[in-house]
């Protein structure tokens, strides 16, 4: 462990020299405390209803503390867009990004690591939450400030027009999935999907949506010894759930035509069309979708599978970019992001488009800031089933190899699962010794 440590420190000078005009080795001049000003970037899109929250509250952080700031949100290539400006050394101040985005900017030194303890409220903030803010080095990169969760959302109107209960468990889950497909829930004979399952290689997209399934079947993507890390996807476990997952399309046939090709946004509007019984999703759709469906959606806590309930937890990080010059503004930013006005400011009440989904401040109560009571769930299954991905240096390449191993599973149903993990189980193994975390 301590091996990386040194190996992270090294890379974090480079990189910030290289990139950002600054290293953890040099002090950036900083601008007097009253002309700080912060440069902000979402991963939204612009003009859209998070967008819009996002100049919300950065109004009220300016009025709060009479720091200018800006907010920019950026969709489309975020990551090149941030790599454009690490060059150019003109780093954005403060990025809101997602907590697997942290080894990614972390290892290329983009990131001024986080002292908790002079953080204003960090306290408050979720203990859990902040596990997605560390990384493998067990220091801090980030600020915590939203949490979410993934849950069931499903056509209500359908399970009960074919007589169905609320699945308990898998066989129940794939049974009700196999009568939407082949029942005709909506009376029309219109062929309907089980599952709508996002499962391009794009971003990662089909183990994102499928790790809440491979951790409740028993997988695991690592065994973490004291001494770094040890790949675990050829494990009988392992590709037990993944055989699963891969019979979904292949026995079941449950998936939408075209399954490994759709992204977050082509599955939700199948989804929110009809063309889908059920879609495991983030509470972020919760308003679109209640708006779309009113009450024939329902939002169900995942049934267990063999290894019981692991629920994909994510967030959202304040991460303070390494080389400003305005790094009281930074802290600050953070600190009224995570205070209760911040919070509630991007809570957005039951709007869409909120960018504070789990407030991670534990003195802050969601019923005095929403109705909508399957908030309440998302919330649960976060504190009780919850679990960040590992805390390797980088994730993206591990989330980029397992969706194109699962992906192939499901697109072409020959192949043989085992000897596809094993291919896996060989670029994780070598992927951990790249980034010198390798267990011996």
């Known amino acids: 462990m301590r091996r990386f440590a040194a190996f992270v420190g090294a890379a974090a000078v480079l990189a910030l020299s290289a990139c950002s005009g600054a290293s953890a080795a040099v002090e950036v001049e900083q601008a007097p405390t009253d002309k700080q000003t912060l ?3 979402q991963r939204k899109s612009p003009g859209g209803p998070s967008d819009k929250i996002g100049q919300e509250l950065v109004a009220a952080f300016t009025k709060a503390t009479g720091i200018p700031a800006t907010m920019t949100s950026i969709s489309d290539e975020f990551e090149v867009k941030l790599q454009q400006r690490a060059v150019q050394r003109n780093l954005p101040d403060v990025v809101i990004n997602d907590t697997a985005q942290l080894g990614n900017m972390q290892t290329q030194g983009l990131l001024r690591q986080i002292d908790r303890d002079a953080i204003e ?10 596990d997605g803010a560390r990384a493998y080095d067990g220091d801090y990169y980030g600020v915590p400030v939203t949490a979410h969760t993934v849950a069931l959302f499903n056509r209500k109107d359908w399970r009960q027009n ?39 290689t794009q971003r990662g997209y089909m183990s994102w ?8 079947g028993g997988g695991e993507y690592f065994e973490e010894t004291p001494d770094g890390y040890r790949s675990a996807v050829a494990t009988d476990e392992s590709v037990r759930a993944a055989t699963w997952i891969r019979d979904l399309s292949c026995k079941a046939d449950v998936l939408q ?5 759709y992204d977050s946004g082509t599955t939700k509007d199948l989804f929110k069309s009809g063309g889908a019984g059920s879609f495991l999703v983030a509470p972020y759709e919760l308003a679109s979708l209640k708006e779309a469906l009113g009450s024939d959606l329902e939002v169900l806590t995942p049934p267990p599978g063999p290894a019981g309930l692991v629920t994909l937890a994510e967030g959202n990080n304040a991460y303070l970019m390494a080389g400003s010059a305005n790094e009281t503004a930074q802290e600050e930013f953070a600190e009224f992001m995570i205070s209760a006005q911040g919070q509630e400011i991007g ?7 909120n960018i504070v989904r789990l407030p991670v401040n534990s003195t802050v109560d969601m019923a005095d800031t929403r109705d909508d009571p399957d908030w309440n769930l998302f919330q649960k299954l976060f504190d009780e089933n919850g679990r960040y991905v590992p805390a390797v240096p980088n994730w993206n390449p591990f989330l980029n190899e397992s969706a ?30 790249h980034q010198e975390v390798l267990a011996p």
């Open 39 to 41: 440069e902000i970037w």
């Open 121 to 130: 409220g960090a306290d408050d903030v979720n203990e859990r939450a902040w």
């Open 162 to 200: 074919l007589g169905l209960d609320v699945p308990e468990d898998w066989d129940s889950l794939v049974s009700m999935w196999k009568a939407y497909a082949d029942g005709d829930p909506t009376g029309t004979g219109e062929k309907v999907a089980g599952l709508a399952l996002p499962g391009t």
């Open 209 to 216: 949506s499928t790790s809440t399934y491979f951790w409740s």
């Open 257 to 261: 035509p075209g399954a490994s090709s």
């Open 347 to 353: 809570m957005a009440g039951d709007r869409d488009g």
């Open 404 to 433: 194109k191993t699962l992906n192939a599973l499901i697109s072409d149903c020959s192949l043989d699962v085992r000897s596809e993990m094993e291919k896996l189980d060989d670029v994780f193994t070598a992927e951990l010794a």
